[in-house]
């Protein structure tokens, strides 16, 4: 099979996709810092943690040099500008929140195809690769809800977020893996916004854990091995000093 694009041809993509991310997240952030009453200040701290998170993360664990972030000066001029897109614009809740759900899910397949395809072209296998490519897509936003100390979205709750990234993360190696990474890129970015908002609209989410409290039969197992010793006059105490 031929690709569409040369290897150089994808990375340059990719990377431009993991700008459009930057810019996105920097916009999905001030959205965010609007919601919470913050400053100017407030906007550009929590739209440059949005964009940015994430891929210095990333670069930061393959450590093959500055992470980008710090090294291509796009990156956080991209960022600032998503956060005053957010500060300067005028729309009301329910178009703010229309708009989040779109571009949320399209940054998403984004920074899953960039982080995976930046992991493979470092030489790593295809399960860091996965790896990478979901903390691309869900960091900067984790990072982002713990400096609002708030409990991170990625961890449940949240229309499958983070198994999104998964599996457009895993999608794109697989065709990188049959030499038509161009064929994954425009899937896992599509797939991404379809599987996203599906979840969203339909409530869909991964099962919780088992509730934590014991059956009413192991409860009163417990209350029974719980009883006061009750003795009558021919039965002698229990000895404390038993092994």
Known sequence: MTSWLTPAEVNTVTGYLDLAGVLICGLLGGVVARAEGLDLFGYLAVGTVSGLGGGIIRDTLLQHGTPVALTDPAYLPTAFIGALLAFLAVLGEEQWGRMFAWL????????????????????????????????????????????????????????????????????????????????????????????????????????????????????????????????????????????
């Open 104 to 243: 949320d899910a399209a940054v998403l397949g984004f920074w899953a195809i960039a982080g995976a395809q930046k992991t493979l072209a470092a030489g790593l296998g295809w399960l860091p690769a996965v790896l990478l490519g979901t903390i691309t897509a869900v960091g900067g936003g984790a990072v982002r809800d713990l400096l609002l100390r708030r409990v991170p979205a990625v961890l449940g709750g949240n229309g499958l977020y983070a198994t999104v990234a998964v599996l457009v993360s895993a999608l794109y190696i697989l065709c990188a893996g049959l030499g038509v990474p161009t064929v994954g890129i425009v899937c896992g970015v599509l797939g991404a916004v379809l599987l996203r908002l599906v979840a969203n609209r339909r409530g869909w989410a991964l099962p919780g854990g088992l509730p934590l409290e014991p059956s009413e039969a192991v409860r009163k197992v417990r209350s029974k091995g719980r009883r006061p010793f009750h003795r009558s006059n021919d039965e002698e105490p229990p000895d404390d000093r038993r092994g």
